[in-house]
């Protein structure tokens, strides 16, 4: 029987390496225009998509300077019209002598709440990675489907099945995780981060161009890392570990869990940690699956008696 199996398993296998290489030629090639369309939308979309980019740190620049002025002069900001204002100290001479006067400024207008940048070049830069990354979203479908057409070609049946389960499910949680990072994690981040600004009595002057790194560093890494049970429930219905496996080396796991949670985020403990937490609970959930979803069949796809 295991004869049999080993024979319809490679039965399927009919394109000779030339002619795989001219497939990843022609699936390059698709790729490529694909992803120049999408930055040309990008070139459009650029301006709004950095703007919301610099939401969250626009959000604690103004936090900061609103606590730090109230420390300065006691005074609370103040909402006039949809915009706010912050207490500025000024000081005249007059003839019984030095006065002090309250003004309030725009806080959109405080340079101190801006972000900046360094070299001459940063803004083109900027826009242009930012146009990048949003043709890679607009073109993401036609680029997962043309490389998806040339993998497809040099798998099994068996194989593709596997593919065509997992892929929806990874791509789902691919979302869930960039999306908890960019509307969850990097504002608490930020946050984090501000407060040491504001008890040490220091101001940031925050880069474009490194903000912008970090910004779409964190939600890819945390896209990777989500994909944490489908990868363990893969390997265990390949059979290369088993739901014993996993759960006999929980704190192995976790070690792990924290060096790739350094790895994947920015080198600041608040991001570890982000990311850290949820991958312990996805790990065990990734056990909990493999047991409530067992493997059935054999790596060469006998059943399993």
């Known amino acids: 029987m295991l004869l049999r199996s080993d024979k319809d398993l490679f039965e399927q296998s009919k394109m000779s390496f030339g002619e795989h290489l001219e497939e990843l030629r022609i699936a390059l090639w698709k790729c490529v225009l694909a992803l120049a369309l999408g930055t040309i939308v990008g070139f459009i ?13 626009q959000e604690g620049l103004d936090g900061l300077r609103i606590s730090q002025t109230k420390k300065a002069t006691g005074e609370d900001a103040l909402e006039v019209d949809g915009r706010t204002f912050i207490p500025l100290e000024l000081y ?3 003839a019984g002598g030095v006065q002090k006067r309250l003004v309030f400024t725009p806080l959109d207008q405080d340079p101190r709440t801006q972000a900046i940048g360094t070299g001459v070049p940063d803004a083109l830069m900027v826009y242009m990675k930012a146009s990048l990354v949003v043709g ?12 998806w057409s040339f993998v497809a ?6 194989e593709r099945a596997y593919v065509y389960t997992f892929m929806p499910f990874s791509l789902g949680l691919f979302l869930l995780g960039a999306a908890v990072a960019f509307f969850f994690a990097v504002k608490l981040v930020v946050d984090f981060l501000f407060t040491f600004y504001d008890w040490l009595g220091f101001a940031p002057m925050p880069r474009i161009n490194e903000w912008l790194s970090f910004v779409l560093m964190l939600p890819l890494g945390f896209g990777v890392a989500f994909q944490l049970p489908l990868v363990m429930l893969f390997l265990e219905r390949i059979g290369v570990f088993t739901v014993h496996l996993y759960q006999g080396h929980w704190k192995i796991a976790i070690l792990v869990i924290c060096v790739l949670s350094m790895i994947l985020t920015p080198q600041d403990p608040g991001s570890m940690l982000l990311l850290a937490v949820p991958l312990v609970a996805l790990y065990f959930g990734g056990i909990a699956l493999c047991r409530f979803m067992p493997r059935r ?9």
Do not use: C, D, W
């Open 297 to 305: 069949t054999t790596p060469l796809g006998n059943p399993i008696e």
């Open 136 to 147: 890679v979203v607009v073109s993401s479908p036609a680029l997962f489907y043309f490389i």
């Open 45 to 57: 979309l650029g301006k709004p998509v950095l703007n919301m980019i610099q939401g969250p740190l």
């Open 153 to 158: 070609s040099g798998l099994y049946a068996h």
């Open 92 to 94: 005249e001479r007059t």
